[in-house]
């Protein structure tokens, strides 16, 4: 009943509550005889001194012990000097207790969304942290071990030394290609990296990327072509060198995670002011409990089997930062044991 109610309301109520309680007791004391009051004038200007004087002790009494708790209150939730002192002035006291209410509340609310938010960020922040150790653990100590056993005598034994070079320097290039990947994500995060968005044959650069994928699909066994029906020609407009890394990485992984004797297709699709392609294989799949999270960085389904694979987690994060940055999308749809589809939008010219 009393939560619409303004401050200055509440003064008004304190101010008619305290006259009518002197006025109920004088009629009181009336009554017994105590007191004698026959002029209506002599009540009326009584009356009025009195409604005046509680207004003035009424406003002291709440100024003091409610409104600048109020205010108090607003000092914390308003970073703003003005917007405090716009309070202050005028909008506060004719605020009702409610909407004060609220306004707590929805700052509260913010607070708790801020604080989530940045535990979320600690929590990815470290993970991170100890991913990106992690990732150039592996390699260095493998270049480590190499390099002590040869320094150790392995250098003059024919059976060993020249193998030893060549894993060392495998897992050179294992680190040469993680630091360098970090650099792209931390570009991209940083906005460091301008597009050079330009009109391009997609089926040309499809056509490039199948050609330059041939000894690896040859290697794998895998058979890499594009999909029947949808390999018209589309001009696009985006940045032709990203949009190649996209596919790379996209295509390398379905061969990757493809399985012996199968099949990756690409395929183009007309989506009116836009192209969707799709990147298909029938591999290993992916449970839908991964896909949410095959975009973030370092993220790996099977962290052993994948790591054996060479890969270091980064690549899908760089072909979400890449579209993302073209205002693109990209999505996966993937069953276990029958393979994966990724789908990327561009736009056409
Ligand atoms: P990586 O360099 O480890 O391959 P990516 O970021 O390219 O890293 O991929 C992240 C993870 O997603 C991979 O480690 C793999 O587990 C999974 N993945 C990506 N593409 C496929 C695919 N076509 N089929 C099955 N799993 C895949």
């Given at each position: 009943m009393f939560k619409n109610i303004s401050i200055q309301q509440v003064i008004l109520l304190l101010t008619a509550s305290l006259t009518g309680v002197i006025v109920l007791i004088l009629l009181v004391f009336m009554t017994l005889g105590y007191l004698f009051v026959s002029s209506g004038l002599v009540w009326l200007i009584f009356i009025t001194c009195l409604l005046l004087v509680n207004y003035i002790i009424s406003k002291i009494i709440i100024e003091n012990f409610v409104f600048r708790r109020i205010i108090l209150i607003y000092k914390m939730i308003h970073t703003s000097q003005r917007t405090v002192r716009e309070m202050k002035e005028d909008k506060l006291i004719h605020k009702s207790i409610l909407s004060v209410k609220n306004d707590v509340v929805k700052w509260v609310e913010e607070k708790q969304l801020q604080i989530d938010q940045l535990t979320e960020n600690e929590v990815y922040r470290r993970s991170l942290l100890g991913d990106i150790s992690h990732e150039l653990k592996t390699p260095i100590f493998s270049i480590q071990g190499y390099l002590f056993t040869l320094l150790d005598g392995g250098i003059n034994d024919e059976s060993i030394n020249m193998k030893y070079l060549r894993r060392a320097t495998a897992n050179l290039n294992r680190l040469e290609k993680i630091v360098r990947n970090l650099e792209t994500v931390h570009d991209f995060e940083m906005h460091k990296i301008e597009l050079r968005k330009t009109p391009f044959d997609l089926k040309e650069l499809i056509d490039e990327v199948i050609e330059d994928h041939m000894i690896m699909s040859d290697k794998h066994n895998v058979k890499l072509a594009l999909k029947v029906g949808a390999s018209k020609s589309y001009t696009v407009l985006a940045d032709k060198e990203r949009i190649r890394q996209v596919l790379n990485n996209l295509i390398a992984n379905a061969i990757k995670y493809g399985i012996k004797d199968g099949l990756t297709t690409i395929g183009s699709y007309d989506m009116a002011e836009y192209v969707l392609v799709e990147v298909s294989d029938d591999g290993i799949g992916i449970e839908e409990e991964h896909l949410k999270y095959?975009?973030?960085?370092?993220?790996?389904?099977d962290k052993s089997r994948d790591r054996e694979s060479g890969g270091s987690g980064l690549g899908l994060a760089i072909v979400k930062q890449i579209l993302d940055a073209h205002d693109e999308t990209i999505s996966v749809r993937s069953t276990v044991g029958e393979g994966s589809t990724f789908a990327f939008t561009l736009k056409k010219r």
């Open positions: 095959l975009f973030d960085q370092f993220y790996r389904v």
